[in-house]
C-alpha cells in the first residue's frame, strides 16, 4: 500500500466530527416543537477512553524526532480535548493536527495529513514510535511528558 493511501485512509478515520455526522436527510426532525423540547445536543470528541490514567488530552510533550535522512527536530506537542493537536519545531506554532488515542496507542496526523505518526506510551511520561510522510520517508521520535 502507498503512504499516500494510508495516510488519506487514516484521516479520513480520524476526521473532525462534523464531517462524519449523518447528512440532515437522514436525521428525523420533529414536527412540531413543544415546551419540553429541547434540541438534541452535538457528540463530544472522542479522541480516548478519558478514564485511562495513560490519556493524553491536555498534556504537553517534548521531545526528538530523527528521519531516515538524517533531519532532526525538536518538537513540543500539544494533545487538546477537541481531538487536535498544537505542534512546533524550528520556532514556529502549527495547528493543522488531529489525533485519536487507543489505549497506549496514539495516532495523529500533522501538516494538513502530509504525516502521520504513531506512538506508544514506553513509560507513564514517554512516548516512542515512527512515523511516515507523503512521499514514503520514515522515521521515528521519542517525546516526555511535560506537564
Known amino acids: 500500500m502507498r ?12 476526521a473532525p466530527a462534523a464531517a462524519m455526522a449523518a447528512p440532515a436527510s437522514t436525521v428525523a426532525l420533529p414536527t412540531q416543537a413543544t415546551a419540553s423540547s429541547k434540541p438534541a445536543a ?9 478514564g485511562r490514567a495513560t490519556y493524553v488530552a491536555g498534556k504537553t510533550f517534548r521531545g526528538n524526532t530523527v528521519w531516515e535522512d538524517g533531519d532532526t527536530y ?14 512546533g519545531y524550528n520556532g514556529t506554532t ?17 501538516n494538513g495529513g502530509y504525516a502521520l505518526y504513531l506512538a506508544h506510551f514506553v513509560s507513564k ?3 516512542a ?3 511516515i510522510n507523503k512521499p514514503g520517508d520514515t522515521g521515528q521520535f521519542v517525546f516526555r511528558l511535560q506537564n
Open 42 to 50: 452535538a457528540p463530544a470528541a472522542r479522541c480516548g477512553d478519558p
Open 129 to 131: 514510535g515512527r512515523m
Open 74 to 87: 525538536d518538537m513540543t506537542i500539544v494533545f487538546k480535548a477537541d481531538c487536535t493537536l498544537t505542534y
Open 3 to 14: 503512504p499516500g493511501i494510508l495516510i488519506t485512509a487514516i484521516l479520513a478515520f480520524i
Open 125 to 127: 511520561t514517554s512516548l
Open 94 to 110: 502549527y495547528e493543522d493536527a488531529r489525533w485519536l488515542q487507543d489505549e497506549d496507542r496514539i495516532m495523529y496526523a500533522v
